[in-house]
């Protein structure tokens, strides 16, 4: 009797790291949603460890896809199939649950993105990593220093009856402003309704700005949890929003389901190494290389003190993945 496959799918990000198990049907059997906590290696090895845990030593994983901004750190420890940009893998997501999708608002813990999908493809994209405002990791801050729960922000701008206007351009500039508002005696719920709409007007008025947001709309990350955040994009576009049910790790999703589709193809072996082996000890180490003028700052991959990989060079002399604990030179 031939044993189920399964395949998965791992987004490290600066904020997050998720993992999701999906089955022959692409349906999810297993998902984690982990804080990096700025470890990446660490939450890695710990959400391989639970995985491991739930499903079991005999489970059969025919492929690995790993996205995010470690992606590459990632799919080294765990010895990924195939290694996606973020933008790819959000978009297989959000089209597998969501077929007809036109745009994606993805907003994560660092970084915002809008997709455009016209016939199934994808036809036009913006990323900002640059400013913090209108992120997760600033929705946070600004949670924790009004001593509200993250998860009930949303909630109080629902609650608002005389909103505010807040200057959301900048993180820095949204915070004091906020700080003046409550000052002069503005409710917290009107203030955090203000942050909410700052945060929807930056983002249309940078990633959105020329571009057509048609329906369906589909929005995922972290910050799709938010109802005060949602409530303020159908406000401010005049259009419904659709949250996904995986909203929370749909870069995860999107990988497993690219891995699977790729190994399906061609017909080969997995790379992945074996939730075992995960536990390794890796880490990772800098070195300058005096070869030539450029002095490139290259990041070496230890495992068991043995190097696996290497990138950051441009010449590429560096950059080899070794893939039988042999040393890099």
């Known amino acids: ?10 987004d490290v990000g600066s904020v997050s790291t998720n993992l999701v198990v999906i089955d022959e049907k692409d349906e999810i059997v297993e998902k984690l949603y982990l804080r990096t906590s700025g470890q990446p290696i660490n939450a890695l090895k710990n959400g391989m460890k639970t995985l491991f845990q739930r499903l079991g030593k005999d489970v059969n994983i025919g492929a690995v896809g790993t996205t995010g901004s470690g992606r590459q750190l990632a799919g080294v420890i765990v010895g990924a199939d195939i290694v996606k940009n973020e933008i790819t893998t959000h978009a297989i997501a959000a089209q597998k649950l969501v077929p007809n ?11 915002s993105k809008i997709i455009i999908l016209k016939n199934g493809i994808i036809y036009d994209f913006a990323m900002n990593t640059v ?12 949670a924790a220093r009004l001593e509200i729960p993250i998860e009930e922000f949303g909630t109080f701008a629902l609650r608002s009856k ?15 402003d906020m700080i003046h508002k409550q000052q002069t ?3 917290v ?8 709409e700052a945060l929807v007007r930056n983002y249309l008025n940078n990633l959105a700005k020329g ?8 929005f995922q990350g972290g ?37 699977k589709e790729e190994m399906l193809k061609n017909g080969e072996d997995t790379n992945f190494f074996g939730f075992e082996n995960t536990q390794n000890d890796f880490r990772a180490r800098s070195i300058e290389c005096s070869g030539c003028s450029n002095m490139c700052e290259v990041i070496e991959i230890l495992s068991n003190d043995e190097a696996v990989a290497c990138w950051g060079d441009r010449c590429g002399k560096w950059s080899v993945v070794k893939r039988e604990n042999q040393s890099v030179g």
């Open 1 to 10: 009797m031939l044993k189920t496959s399964y395949y998965l799918g791992i």
């Open 101 to 111: 999708v036109r745009t994606i608002i993805e907003i994560g813990g660092q970084d």
């Open 131 to 142: 400013c913090a405002a209108g992120t997760g990791s600033f929705l946070d801050r600004q």
């Open 162 to 176: 005389t909103p505010v206007r807040i200057a959301g351009r900048c993180a820095v500039f949204a915070e004091s």
């Open 185 to 187: 005696g503005h409710s």
């Open 189 to 196: 719920e009107d203030i955090i309704n203000g942050l909410c």
């Open 211 to 218: 571009k057509d947001i048609e329906e369906p709309i589909v």
């Open 223 to 259: 910050v799709a949890a938010n109802v005060g955040i949602v409530a303020a994009f159908e406000r401010a576009i005049g259009k419904k929003i659709i949250i996904p049910q995986y909203y929370d790790v749909m870069g995860a999703y999107g990988a497993a389901l690219i891995a």
